[in-house]
């Protein structure tokens, strides 16, 4: 079997933006036996930054230390990648890329319950609204791998949930 990845990832600018992947991408590694890996937690245990942004009081990601990290493990499959950004992974690493979308409503109260406010808060709803990480995934992916799933409620996630372990029973047909 050829490599078989799913990436999920969300808003820019911070490290931890609410829309719901950490929940989604364990749920579904969880029901399907795939390996969920968190980019933002796997930065922080190996300390791969390369500096500090002080305006948005977060680590900068190195990235080439993250993509040589995870070279191994994406060439043996199965692996479900969350991040908030995705232009410096390879395309080769993924069969499929969900962003999911959380309306700024939702996203606000999710957000301000973090303890986000002013600036940082305001540039991750800046973020959603005007689309800037689905435009990333289209530009650094082929169009039909990108899709957008909808998660403001607790129905949203169970439905798409449902509809990535089809995808993924379908993709396990059509490649074995
Ligand atoms: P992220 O990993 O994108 O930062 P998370 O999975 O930690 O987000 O979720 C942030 C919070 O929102 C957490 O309290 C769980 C909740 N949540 C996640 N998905 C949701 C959904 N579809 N509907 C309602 N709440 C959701």
């Known amino acids: 079997m050829g490599c078989f990845i799913l990436c999920i990832f969300l808003p820019p600018f911070s490290c931890t933006p609410g829309v719901g992947k950490t929940t989604l991408g364990k749920e579904l590694a969880s029901r399907t036996g795939m390996t ?3 980019v933002g937690d796997m930065a922080k245990e190996g300390e791969l930054y390369e500096g500090f942004d002080e305006e948005y009081n977060c680590p900068v990601l190195d990235e080439d230390r993250v993509v040589d990290e995870l070279e191994d493990k994406m060439s043996e499959g199965g692996v479900i990648v969350d991040y908030h950004g995705c232009d410096f992974f390879p395309e080769r690493w993924f069969h499929i890329v969900f962003v999911l979308r959380t309306e700024n409503s939702f996203l606000y109260d999710r957000l301000e319950s ?8 305001q540039d991750n709803i800046q973020c959603e609204i005007f689309q800037i990480l689905y435009e990333e995934a289209m530009s650094s992916y082929r169009g039909e791998m990108v899709h957008q799933l909808t998660s403001n409620t607790p129905e949203d996630l169970e439905r798409n949930l449902d509809q990535i372990v089809r995808w993924i029973e379908q993709w396990m047909k059509d490649n074995n």
């Not at 973090?114 to 808060?121: A, D, E, S, V």
């Open 36 to 38: 969920y890996v968190n």
């Open 114 to 121: 973090r303890g986000y406010k002013g600036k940082k808060l």
